[in-house]
């Protein structure tokens, strides 16, 4: 904070800002209350977000490794983040209901808004990319 308050050169940038997190069973408060403290405290926003849902990192990876995007997909527990970072990068999204978001906070966004795919956890995945791999071997 004093290198913000004090430099208006200094950069503010921020990678989520995450309401609330899952630990132990439990939602608690996240990253996003750190950011606002900060901002509060050095008296101005952040400059840049540059992690989800912005595609400043898949971007990244497109470029230095040739992701295709069209077979990724990006899996995540928060509608506000992790699938909002899937749809603006042009990934494939699937919602794990493990975490933030619930079913019906996801269906009632937006068709656009919304993941491909719902799941109660990740096993749903892996469990399919051990049949096509049964399929493969044959």
Known sequence: VCYLRRDPECKFLVTNRDKIVPFNDQ???????????????????????????TTTMIDLLDETAGLNRDRSIMVGDNLDTDILFGIAGGTHTMLVLSGVSSEGQA???????????????????????TELEVELQR
């Open 27 to 53: 939602l608690v408060p996240s990253n996003g209350m750190v950011v606002a403290g900060i901002e509060c405290s050095a008296e101005r926003p952040v400059d840049e977000l540059i992690g989800k849902p």
């Open 107 to 129: 269906r009632a966004r937006a068709p656009a808004d919304q993941p491909e795919v719902i799941a109660d956890s990740v096993k749903v995945l892996a469990d399919r990319l």
